[in-house]
């Protein structure tokens, strides 16, 4: 089971922090948890645990099994609703005709903040997929819609945003030298798209390209086993993306 930091950065209201991580613990776990293990996922006393959690049954936004276990609550749908990026329904067919195009599973991706939020997506139907779940937030700079996206800012704001996050590595591939990451979003911005070639989880491949004049940055993408989108497939992806971006752009605006 993954572990859930509660956050304890200076002017963080502990109580807010502890009932966030108790939601990410649950949704962690497949959106049920056991007291005792959600109290051990986050870090937080069992008695701690247990007054957050029936705080928020109260609320609806956690309820109780018949086996006294916890899972996420109703109330939590209308926020959802609310807090995905209008520009998502307006995406979801496009995403459905690149998934039925290239039978590989397509992303809506915006920023958010300093971190890749995943905002839409149709899955691959093949049995071997790549797949993040819709509201996933990652660093940009191993994923080839973060790359699509920082390469349309101007390069000091780049250098910014990644002396915050810094370049960790997730596989042999990923880039972490800031010159040698800054070099590969010149090339993406110069050929029009940007790669993820196994540098967020090895063996995936990602193209993906930035959809222009949304007043925040975007991009759609298409992943799947780097078996399957080959270099010969590529040209063929990079037009259908930027086709894609261009018509979201439009029913955007």
Do not use: W
Not at 58 to 69: K, N, P, T, W
């Amino acid at each position: 089971m993954m572990k859930v930091m509660v956050a304890s950065s200076p002017g963080t209201v502990q109580s807010v922090a502890r009932a966030f991580a108790l939601l990410e613990a649950l949704a962690a776990s497949g959106g049920e948890g056991a007291l005792a293990s959600l109290a051990s996922d986050t870090g937080l006393a069992v008695p701690t645990a247990h007054r957050l959690l029936n705080t928020m049954q109260e609320l609806g936004y956690v309820r109780q099994l018949e086996d006294r276990r916890y899972a996420l609550g109703a109330g939590l749908i209308g926020l959802g609703r609310h807090a995905v990026p209008e520009i998502a329904d307006a995406a979801m067919p496009l995403l459905t005709d690149l998934e039925e195009a290239f039978r590989e599973t397509a992303n809506l991706a915006v920023l958010d903040g300093d971190l890749v939020l995943y905002a839409g997506q149709v899955a691959s139907r093949q049995r071997m997929r790549m797949f993040t779940e819709v509201g996933r937030r990652v660093l940009p700079h191993s994923t080839g819609v973060g790359k699509a996206m920082l390469s349309t800012m101007p390069e000091p704001q780049v250098r910014a945003l990644i002396q915050r996050t810094g370049l960790p590595r997730f596989t042999p591939q990923t880039l972490v030298d800031e010159e040698a990451f800054l070099a590969d979003l010149r090339r993406s911005r110069a050929r029009g798209f940007a790669a993820d070639d196994s540098e967020q989880e090895v063996g995936v491949r990602c193209i993906a390209v930035a959809v222009p004049g949304l007043g925040r940055p975007a991009a759609l993408s298409v992943s799947g086993p780097a078996a399957r989108i080959t270099d010969a497939r590529v040209p063929e992806v990079v037009r259908a993306l930027t086709d894609a971006a261009a018509e979201l752009a439009r029913l955007a605006g």
